[in-house]
């Protein structure tokens, strides 16, 4: 399974798809890309991939839904990006 991501007119934010279906706009479009993909549906043990459209290569080493989907990238003034657990915001239902 692949993700393509295209970039917004937006710095940063990207819209993440399936195919023809937009999984969402963010600035984390892998990891919350597969968070999305498990929503729908799709087994956590599926093999995912990310390639920015245009591109002819990925733009991740393959892992699965489950793996991709436990993971966000936090940035701060101290240190640059990184890996971390993804932690659930309780009021991200709310706004959908």
Do not use: W
Request: charged share 25%; net charge positive; hydrophobic share 30%.
């Amino acid at each position: 399974m692949e993700i393509t991501v295209r970039k917004t007119k937006k710095p940063s934010v990207y819209k993440s798809y399936l195919g023809d279906t937009l999984l969402c706009t963010t600035r984390q479009p892998f990891y919350d890309g597969a968070r999305e993909l498990l929503r729908m549906g799709y087994p956590s043990e599926t093999v995912v991939n990310m390639r920015h459209q245009g591109k002819t290569y990925p733009s991740f080493v393959p892992t699965t839904l489950g793996e991709a989907a436990k993971l966000t990238v936090i940035e701060n003034d101290q240190e640059g990006p990184k890996l971390v657990n993804h932690q659930a915001n309780p009021f991200a239902e709310a706004r959908r």
